[in-house]
């Protein structure tokens, strides 16, 4: 692919319109260098390049996270800018931190800054894209390896190291370690899920309006109810609180209302939805015994 394509594609052309004349400013008069990481930076890193082809002070090589393959003459007395497709845990970007601390004195490299298309954890000098609230990148605790471990055990948890460490490339004891760690820290938990079709056939939403001491009196109750399998408390409405049942029939779900919701004095209204089984979660935790 000829590096005047690269600026065709959306990502590329984003990421040199966003950060491309911060960079140039960045880099200013002095001679600089572009170091795009392996192996997903070369398609930023070639973009940029590209599109200051203008600025003959500026050359470009690359490394691993680890400074491996480098072209030392290269960055030698320049200004440095890594080049990545994305921050995901900070350990890459870390192990580069390192890598060119260990050779900033030696190759008198004036300053190093970061830029990558996607940035989860704040660390980078320029990006186009940063941490999103609606993400799983908020645990930034975990790195890939173990968000892979916890996908892979959320589809099967009876999976075993030996299956999971052919999957993420790790020795078997190295996913037991971040597995015993992942349960230590209560990232997740493995445990039986109850399948929601086998033993019923109807769920209801259910909106309450209620003062506050019977909200309270009422999640203490519908906490441990095995029918329910979401109960969230809101504000900013007319409601309290929204419950979720799952049930054997209709007739099921009018007792359970009558029972736990209207027969707390407090409560001012109950709104019911009925529908059929919930697409997702096919499964609950709580016992129905």
């Known amino acids: 692919m000829g590096r005047n394509n690269l600026l065709k594609f959306d990502?590329?052309?984003?990421?040199?319109?966003?950060?491309?004349?911060?960079?140039k400013r960045y880099?200013?008069?002095d001679k600089?260098?572009?170091i795009y990481l392996l192996?997903?930076?070369?398609?930023?890193?070639?973009?940029l390049y590209k599109w200051l082809h203008n600025k003959k002070n500026i050359t470009i090589t690359t490394m691993d996270d680890d400074g491996e393959y480098l072209e030392e003459e290269k960055v030698r007395g320049r200004k440095i800018l890594v080049v990545d497709n994305d921050v995901v845990s900070g350990k890459g970007?870390?192990?580069?931190?390192?890598?060119?601390?260990?050779?900033?004195?030696?190759?008198?490299i004036k300053d190093v800054k970061f830029a990558v298309f996607v940035d989860r954890t704040g660390l980078a000098d320029f990006f186009v894209e940063g941490y999103s609230a609606d993400t799983p990148w908020s645990l930034q605790d975990l790195d890939a390896l173990d968000l892979k471990i916890t996908q892979l055990l959320s589809q099967d948890g009876r999976k075993s190291f030996t299956e999971i460490a052919k999957e993420t490339k790790l020795s078997v004891a190295g996913v037991k370690k971040r597995v015993e760690k992942l349960l230590r820290n209560n990232i997740f938990r493995i445990k039986a899920l109850l399948n929601i079709e086998k033993f019923y056939s109807v769920s209801a939403n259910i909106g309450i309006e209620a003062d506050a001491e019977t909200c309270q009196k009422l999640i203490k109750k519908l906490e441990i109810s095995p029918t329910v399998y979401n109960l969230i408390k809101v504000s900013g409405t007319h409601k309290s609180l929204i419950v979720d049942v799952v049930a054997p029939n209709l007739k099921?779900?009018?007792?359970f209302v009558e029972k736990n919701?209207?027969?707390?004095?407090?409560?001012?209204?109950v709104e019911i939805n009925m529908g059929s089984l919930p697409i997702v979660p096919k499964g609950i935790s709580k016992t129905i015994f």
């Open 11 to 23: 990502p590329t052309q984003k990421f040199v319109e966003e950060v491309g004349p911060k960079i």
């Open 27 to 29: 880099f200013g008069k």
């Open 32 to 34: 600089g260098c572009i």
């Open 39 to 47: 192996p997903d930076g070369i398609f930023y890193g070639q973009a």
């Open 93 to 108: 970007y870390k192990r580069v931190v390192e890598a060119m601390r260990l050779r900033k004195e030696r190759l008198y």
């Open 252 to 255: 099921t779900i009018d007792e």
């Open 261 to 269: 919701i209207n027969s707390e004095p407090g409560v001012k209204s």
